[in-house]
């Protein structure tokens, strides 16, 4: 599946935006999608996660309670809404899909998504 991932920008503190991901290729209700970030300087790191249906998520704790991720499998999207954001989420924002749902640490290893998007800059200034 080929994944385009778009609405980053620059924003001050205490900001938000929102990213989405659009798919094409395959099935995308079939896929659980997650959203990754990396830092200049830093190792790609796990964001946020949702199942097929939409039904569930998972967010890494640097996020839970300002970011909320969702999907519209009719639109093959994945949205990520960033509120009250930080300088610390300054990053390039990757989304990703994996084949199965994962419980927590499982949804940290980046080597579980199999299909990666390019990336979104997301600058936030303090």
């Known amino acids: 599946v080929q994944l385009q991932a778009s609405g980053g920008g620059l924003v001050q503190a205490g900001g938000y935006l929102r990213l989405s991901c659009v798919a094409s290729?395959?099935?995308?209700?079939?896929?659980?999608m997650g959203w990754f970030r990396q830092a200049p300087g830093k190792e790609r790191e796990f964001v946020a996660v949702?199942?097929?249906?939409?039904?569930?998520?998972y967010y890494a704790d640097s996020v839970k309670g300002r970011f909320t991720i969702s999907r519209d499998n009719a639109k093959s999207t994945v949205y990520l809404q960033m509120n009250s954001l930080k300088p610390e989420d300054t990053a390039v924002y990757y989304c990703?899909?994996?084949?199965?749902?994962?419980?927590?640490?499982?949804?940290?290893?980046?080597?579980?998504?199999?299909?990666w998007g390019r990336g979104t800059q997301v600058t936030v200034s303090s």
């Open positions: 990703a899909t994996r084949r199965y749902y994962c419980s927590e640490a499982e949804c940290y290893n980046s080597r579980d998504y199999a299909d």
């Open positions: 949702i199942s097929w249906s939409g039904g569930s998520s």
């Open positions: 290729g395959r099935t995308f209700g079939s896929y659980v």
